[in-house]
């Protein structure tokens, strides 16, 4: 089955998704950025354009919502893209448990990347392991949050695909005949 839209379409898509959702007035951190990252690497044909979708989203709600330490942006924004990482193992084999558990590892890369880096940069945590512990600590009840909403986009993005009736076989169609993807995928 061939998909009628073109990958950019579903790339503005998310984009729109992302953007419209961390805007939106909800709970701190309860954001769909997370899970379209996730489905991004999963749905687009290259991780750069689920980058790219994660970027622009970050930056576009940045200029609404205030623009912060440059290095503490570069960090964020690095560790937004955590989920992508693990479309490869997504893809293999996409199911219910192997999706909730990306959304969670995902969750969790991003938690403690970022609650790391606000520790190396010196925001006020003291220099040692009870300093990194201090700043992980501070940053859980946001990470509750975070964990909730990255579960149900997910499952709202995933769920709606699968209503939709793609499959990872509808994904083959719209690649380049004799081209293997850069996951191993056949096109």
Known sequence: MKSPLPYWSYALALLAFAVLGRLAPMP???TPVAAVALFGGFLLPRGWQAVAVVWSTLLITDLFLGLYSPALMAAVYIAACAPIVLRSFLRKKPTVWR???????????????????????GTGYSPDASGLLASLSAGVPFWRNAI????????VLFTAWA????TTSSLRPLTHSKRILPDGLPA
């Open 163 to 166: 209503v939709a009736g793609q």
């Open 148 to 155: 909730v909403g990255d579960i149900l986009f997910s499952g």
């Open 99 to 121: 999706a909730g558990g990306c959304a969670l590892a995902g969750s969790a890369l991003f938690f403690v990347s970022t609650n790391t880096a606000v520790w190396l940069l």
């Open 28 to 30: 701190e951190n309860f």
